[in-house]
């Protein structure tokens, strides 16, 4: 187990099989698991007047789905409750906070309608040759304080590296199989925490994945707890845009076009929603879309360094694509860019901004294989 610090947030690396790994991940993570377990009894205090007892009973109802999915990453999550020093409901709360807010009465749903801006691009779009994918990941403010790089050697699937909440499974990342991830938030008219398998349990098993394709076909054929766009994408080549309803009805994909795929959190394939509720309350995802769209078709080839920039744009602010928390918003309600991330597929290895990328410093590659 190693902890260290690269640009702001720390990175953590363990090894093992699921039960080894998970506690060095809770010990490591200790501190920052604490910081978002107030964090989000603070968020469900202020939008559905739940106590934390409460949260934690609705997580425990997803312990079923979950180890009937991946017995792995159940073992996971119990592991990385007994080395933080926390209750196994308090790490399942964490992990499956999306279907606990859609859940909740009243407000609580309009947390879970934050903003994230993801592109990838084929090879014959890159300067390098390489598959380059990212996103803004765009949440409430706190998660600034509890984000974490953990990175993960294996023997039982390829080792990966992901940008996540400390104590959760995986969010954006790569695996040493070339596989990488970026997702969105959708909001569809039938998410209503139903039973199913958890959308941060479904992005795990995105780097769990020997190939794309794998990784599209795990998520087609699960049950799934609530909505999410999943932009998937593998170095062999692979690229494709995932969208879900809940439950286990058909996936909406979308292919590169000239080489690119670029998405926001409204749906693009007609069927999948009756009413789209995110666009309904938040109609500027059209306008982000557009311009990290215009962003990517500016240049025939794109480097590192201009999807860098891309992730920097503030046009339409405060709906930008790059975002920064309004000081006037109660702090539960603060959402902004939590972390800019740019992945090169071929080399395994990922650059991430710890906050706005108009202001912060971008990261070293970190490597899967370091």
């Known amino acids: 187990m190693a902890r260290t610090v690269a640009s702001g947030y720390d990175v953590i690396a363990v090894a093992g099989d699921p039960d080894e790994r998970g506690y060095q991940y809770g010990l490591a993570a200790k501190t920052r698991i604490e910081h978002?377990?107030?964090?989000?009894?603070?968020?469900?205090?202020?939008?559905?007047?739940?106590?934390?007892d409460t949260v934690r009973r609705h997580g425990l109802r997803f312990a079923g789905p979950i180890?009937?999915?991946?017995p792995a990453s159940a073992r996971e999550i119990r592991a990385i409750a007994r080395g933080a020093g926390v209750e196994v409901a308090d790490i399942l709360a964490l992990n499956t906070r999306s279907e606990i807010m859609f859940a909740a009465p009243g407000r609580a749903?309009?947390?879970?309608?934050?903003?994230?801006?993801?592109?990838?691009?084929?090879?014959?779009?890159?300067?390098?040759?390489?598959?380059?994918?990212?996103?803004?990941?765009?949440?409430?403010?706190?998660?600034?304080?509890?984000?974490?790089?953990l990175r993960v050697r294996r023997d039982d699937g390829p080792d990966f590296v992901t940008v996540v909440e400390a104590g959760m499974l995986a969010k954006v990342g790569i695996n040493s199989s070339g596989v990488g991830l970026c997702t969105n938030t959708l909001i569809s008219d039938g998410d209503e925490g139903r039973f199913g398998v958890p959308y941060h349990v479904l992005l795990r098993s995105v780097l769990d994945s020997d190939s794309g394709a794998e990784a599209v076909q795990r998520i087609q054929s699960t049950s799934r707890a609530n909505s999410a766009n999943y932009l998937i994408a593998d170095a062999g080549g692979f690229c494709a845009d995932l969208e879900t309803g809940p439950g286990d009805g058909p996936c909406g994909v979308i292919a590169p076009v000239d080489g690119a795929v670029t998405h926001a959190n409204h749906f693009l394939v007609d069927g999948l929603t009756g009413v789209d509720r995110y666009?309904?309350?938040?109609?500027?995802?059209?306008?982000?879309?557009h311009h990290l769209t215009a962003r990517v078709q500016q240049h025939d080839t794109h480097t590192i360094e201009s999807l860098q920039e891309a992730?920097?744009?503030?046009?339409?602010?405060?709906?930008?694509?790059?975002?920064?928390?309004?000081?006037?918003?109660?702090v539960a309600e603060r959402t902004c860019t939590v972390a800019g991330i740019v992945m090169d597929l071929s080399a395994r290895s990922l650059v991430y901004a710890a906050g706005s990328p108009c202001e912060s410093t971008w990261s070293a590659p970190v490597r899967v294989d370091a």
């Open 36 to 52: 978002a377990l107030r964090t989000y009894a603070d968020v469900f205090r202020h939008y559905a007047s739940w106590d934390w």
């Open 67 to 70: 180890e009937d999915f991946s």
């Open 109 to 149: 749903r309009a947390v879970a309608s934050t903003e994230c801006t993801s592109f990838a691009l084929t090879p014959e779009r890159t300067t390098s040759g390489a598959a380059l994918m990212g996103q803004n990941w765009d949440w409430i403010e706190g998660a600034r304080e509890t984000a974490i790089v």
């Open 279 to 289: 666009l309904e309350r938040k109609a500027h995802t059209r306008n982000r879309l």
């Open 311 to 330: 992730l920097a744009d503030h046009a339409d602010a405060p709906h930008s694509v790059c975002q920064h928390p309004d000081s006037a918003q109660p």
